[in-house]
């Protein structure tokens, strides 16, 4: 199963950058690529179910995950339980980092599902993948710099 690794530094201290990471229903505001993200189901504080819709290279991919959230770690672990991809899992992650700062990780392993074009697919896919983490991560970090200086996500 092809895997997708992106860790971006962030100058804003550990504790905010989790705060901003695990408020998925915020990442529409100051994702492009995200469209929707909702909370389905939260049975007690470390489970919560989500429903997501992300353009990826021109489609929309929507997908139900599962997640566990850790806030000692300051990480949550995600799991597919429908969508379009046929598996999808990974995890968020924030550590300290230098200065002060943090470092902000997503990991994602994937299969998209359709095993006669994986091999052409699956590269093109994580590449794609990729690429929309580190905005992700990017966008993240431009609205706790935003934060940081009092203005406007």
Partial sequence: MPRVEVDLPITAPPEAAWAAVVDVESYPACMDSVEAVTVTGRPDERHRTTAWSVRLKGSVLRWTEDEVIDPVARRFDFRQVSGDLGAFTGHWGVRPGPGGGSLV?????????????????????????????????????????????????
Avoid: C, K, Y
């Fill in 105 to 153: 990780s997503l990991h994602v392993d994937f299969d998209i599902g359709i095993p006669l074009l994986a091999d052409m697919l699956n590269p093109v896919a994580a590449d794609a993948l990729r690429e929309n983490a580190a905005q992700m991560l990017a966008a993240l970090q431009a609205r706790l710099t935003a934060a940081d200086h009092g203005g406007a996500g």
